[in-house]
């Protein structure tokens, strides 16, 4: 039986590129690995889980869908659950806080040396991942976004190379910026609207962090008027 992707997922999907090796951090089900598999986007996977309840749960649905021979479960953290032998040429890493993708990528970045291409999810801190990236020889070459049930995520594909953000574009997202879509439109009102809450809502604070806050403001309200 085919199995049906979160949105989110699915534009995650999108990007892999097609006859990749991959490696799946932090897989939970493997859902994405054996979407790719069933789909023939994908030649081989690992689905890499550092907590037993998400790995036992990812070898029951590879297995359920007769894959097992297609996709290695791995109960490891982060890019331990692959070696070079594997000759992984694509890692996703979804689901989580850019600080701790980062952080992850960072812990064995020598493994990355032969990866060609990233595909990152982050769930909050995007400018933590985007600066760390940056700062190590990684080139943003397309973004996304898009809502879930009431969220709001952003995709970065990533490839080795140089870049040099600006702080808006480090805030931001460099495609995104450009591309100033709806969606894009909506998380930043959003933010917006919540700041200026925060701001308002304690006239008693200290004018350091009113200042932040006005800033953070001021920068948004720039954006949002540039489209």
């Known amino acids: 039986?085919?199995?049906?992707?979160?949105?989110?997922?699915?534009?995650?999907?999108?990007?892999?590129?097609?006859?990749?090796?991959?490696?799946?951090?932090?897989?939970?089900?493997?859902?994405?690995?054996?979407?790719?598999?069933?789909?023939?986007?994908?030649?081989?996977?690992?689905?890499?889980?550092?907590?037993?309840?998400?790995?036992?749960?990812?070898?029951?649905?590879?297995?359920?869908?007769?894959?097992?021979?297609?996709?290695?479960?791995?109960?490891?953290?982060?890019?331990?659950?692959?070696?070079?032998?594997?000759?992984?040429?694509?890692?996703?890493?979804?689901g989580m806080g850019g600080r701790l993708i980062a952080d992850i990528l960072n812990n064995d970045i020598d493994k990355l040396q032969h990866v060609k291409t990233l595909v990152l999810q982050p769930n909050n801190r995007e400018d933590d991942l985007r600066k760390w990236l940056a700062a190590n020889d990684f080139e943003i070459v397309a973004e996304d976004i898009l809502t879930e049930n009431d969220k709001c995520y952003e995709i970065l594909v990533v490839k080795h190379g140089h870049m040099n953000l600006t702080a808006k574009e480090l805030r931001f997202g460099p495609f995104l910026l450009s591309n100033n879509t709806t969606v894009f439109k909506e998380k930043w009102q959003n933010e917006l609207n919540k700041l200026t809450f925060a701001l308002n809502s304690n006239p008693n604070s200290k004018i350091e962090e009113r200042a932040i806050l006005e800033d953070k403001i001021q920068?948004?309200?720039?954006?949002?008027?540039?489209s």
Do not use: W
């Open 1 to 94: 039986m085919d199995l049906q992707l979160s949105k989110r997922l699915q534009k995650v999907a999108n990007y892999v590129p097609k006859g990749a090796r991959l490696l799946d951090v932090g897989s939970d089900h493997a859902y994405l690995p054996i979407f790719l598999l069933q789909m023939g986007y994908c030649d081989f996977a690992i689905a890499g889980e550092v907590v037993n309840g998400p790995y036992q749960s990812a070898l029951k649905n590879v297995s359920e869908h007769g894959l097992t021979s297609k996709i290695d479960v791995r109960l490891a953290n982060g890019l331990s659950a692959f070696e070079e032998a594997d000759n992984i040429d694509t890692i996703t890493i979804c």
């Open 219 to 226: 920068d948004i309200k720039e954006v949002l008027d540039e």
